[in-house]
T-cell receptor, first 117, second 114 residues
Framework: KAGVTQTPRYLIKTRGQQVTLSCSPI?????VSWYQQTPGQGLQFLFE???????NKGNFPGRFSGRQFSNSRSEMNVSTLELGDSALYLC????????????????FGEGSWLTVV | AQSVTQLDSQVPVFEEAPVELRCNYS??????LFWYVQYPNQGLQLLLK??????LVKGINGFEAEFNKSQTSFHLRKPSVHISDTAEYFC????????????FGTGTRLQVTL
């Protein structure tokens, strides 16, 4: 079956602009999580959505937001981009919202590379 | 809250040599532990996980990890690495009670050379 699909794969934005990233989860998965990956910082949890509701949120400023649609597809938005927002943004999907639960394996997409100049 | 420390940011090793990637965690509650691998230009893939029971866990591609509760460690090992094992490896932890999210370490870059 198709894996987690993220679009776009690469994009370049200017400081102050906003960006929207999209994630299509594996069919049947209702939970979508977003992570920011930067060198030296590893993966930082942004937020998790399940059945269109945000279930968990990491420690990121309000410029980072997300939403989930009825078909489980998710988008994340970053407004007023800063240079430090340059990163690989990873989306992960799972069947249930407890992503740390042992029976709820999460599957990652290949990510969206965002460069802010 | 949980935290994960991967002390080695890079580990160079020759092909067919053994390797150990270190992971230490901190938590006030019981945890589940995971190792993920990220090949170049790909997302993360689950290697193995410790839930309970036997402290030695076997995963895919010949990797194994041992849970040591007294040392709060979950080191990843492979007796003989291949060039294709070159990747970034992430250790992760979640609390058994809530399991609401995974907390990842900063990653270890395994570089296998001939």
């Amino acid at each position: 079956k198709a894996g987690v699909t993220q679009t776009p794969r690469y994009l370049i934005k200017t400081r102050g602009q906003q960006v929207t990233l999209s994630c299509s989860p594996i069919s049947g998965h209702r939970s979508v999580s977003w992570y920011q990956q930067t060198p030296g910082q590893g993966l930082q949890f942004l937020f998790e959505y399940f059945s269109e509701t945000q279930r968990n949120k990491g420690n990121f400023p309000g410029r980072f937001s997300g939403r989930q649609f009825s078909n489980s597809r998710s988008e994340m938005n970053v407004s007023t981009l800063e240079l430090g927002d340059s990163a690989l943004y990873l989306c992960a999907s799972s069947r249930d919202y407890l992503q740390g639960a042992p029976g709820n394996t999460i599957y990652f997409g290949e990510g969206s590379w965002l460069t802010v100049v | 809250a949980q935290s994960v420390t991967q002390l080695d940011s890079q580990v160079p090793v020759f092909e067919e040599a053994p390797v150990e990637l270190r992971c230490n965690y901190s938590s006030s509650v019981s945890v589940y532990l995971f190792w993920y691998v990220q090949y170049p230009n790909q997302g993360l893939q689950l290697l193995l996980k410790y839930l309970s029971g036997s402290t030695l866990v076997k995963g895919i591609n010949g990797f194994e990890a041992e849970f040591n509760k007294s040392q709060t460690s979950f080191h990843l090992r492979k007796p003989s690495v291949h060039i294709s094992d070159t990747a970034e490896y992430f250790c992760a932890v979640s609390a058994t009670g809530t399991a609401s999210k995974l907390t990842f370490g900063t990653g270890t870059r395994l570089q296998v050379t001939l």
